[in-house]
C-alpha cells in the first residue's frame, strides 16, 4: 500500500499538466475554427479562456519554486493574489519563535508595473537608511533593512520582479539573508524572464 501513494501522487503531477494542455488544445481549436467562421468576437472569448486556463498553469509554476524548508525554515501553505496584471505569490516560513514572510512580488513579468524592481535597485543603490545595507545575492542586488524584531530584505530579479523576506518574532537579517542564498533565485529569474525551457 506504501508504495502506491507515491505512485499516485507521481501520477497526479503528470497527469494535471497533460489535462490542462488538453483543455488548450481545445480551446485553440474553437479559436480556430471561429476564425475560419469570421466569428472574431467568439474568437476573442475563447482566447480569453485559454489565457485564464495559463495563468492557472502560471501560477503553479511559480509556486513550485517556493521549497517546503529553507535555512532550516519550515514553509506553510503558499498565498496567491493578483491585481494590476501582476502575480503575487506568498509564503510564511517559521523555525520555533522565528517567522519569516518570502513573497515574488509582480511574477507576471509584465503588466503596467511590471518593471518595479528596477525601480528599487535604483533607491537600495542610493542607500540612505540607518541599518541599511546593499550588496548581491547570486549576482542580484539585494537591499537589507535590519531593523530589530521585523528585519526586511528584497532581492531585485533581472525579470523585473522582487522576491521580498520580512522577518518576525526572533528572526535576524542574517537568517533572511541565508533564506535567500538558499533560494533557487536564478531558476526563478530565468523562468519568468520567459528562457526556461
Do not use: C
Not at 509564503?91 to 519569516?100: L, M
Request: charge should be negative; charged fraction near 20%.
Amino acid at each position: 500500500m506504501k508504495a502506491l501513494v507515491p505512485f499516485f501522487l507521481v501520477a497526479s503531477l503528470v497527469v494535471l499538466p497533460a489535462a490542462h494542455a488538453e483543455e488548450i488544445d481545445a480551446i485553440f481549436k474553437k479559436v480556430n475554427e471561429y476564425i475560419a467562421q469570421q466569428n472574431f468576437p467568439k474568437a476573442l472569448e475563447e482566447l480569453n479562456w485559454a489565457q485564464k486556463e495559463i495563468n492557472k498553469m502560471h501560477v503553479e509554476r511559480l509556486k513550485s519554486f517556493f521549497p517546503d524548508s529553507l535555512a532550516g525554515f519550515t514553509g506553510n501553505q503558499t498565498e496567491v493574489n493578483a491585481a494590476l496584471g501582476m502575480t503575487n505569490v506568498e509564503r510564511r516560513y517559521s523555525n520555533g519563535a522565528k517567522n519569516v514572510s518570502l513573497s515574488l512580488i509582480g511574477g507576471s513579468g509584465g503588466g503596467p508595473l511590471g518593471n518595479i524592481a528596477g525601480f528599487g535597485r535604483m533607491a537600495a543603490m542610493m542607500g540612505g537608511q540607518p541599518g541599511q545595507d546593499t550588496f548581491r545575492i547570486n549576482g542580484l542586488t539585494a537591499n537589507l533593512v535590519d531593523k530589530p524584531n521585523n528585519p526586511e530584505l528584497t532581492v531585485f530579479l533581472d525579470s523585473g520582479s522582487m522576491l521580498k523576506l520580512e522577518g518576525s518574532g526572533q528572526a535576524s537579517g542574517k537568517e533572511l539573508r541565508e533564506i535567500a542564498e538558499g533560494f533557487d533565485l536564478a531558476s526563478l529569474d530565468k523562468y519568468l524572464k520567459g528562457t526556461a525551457s
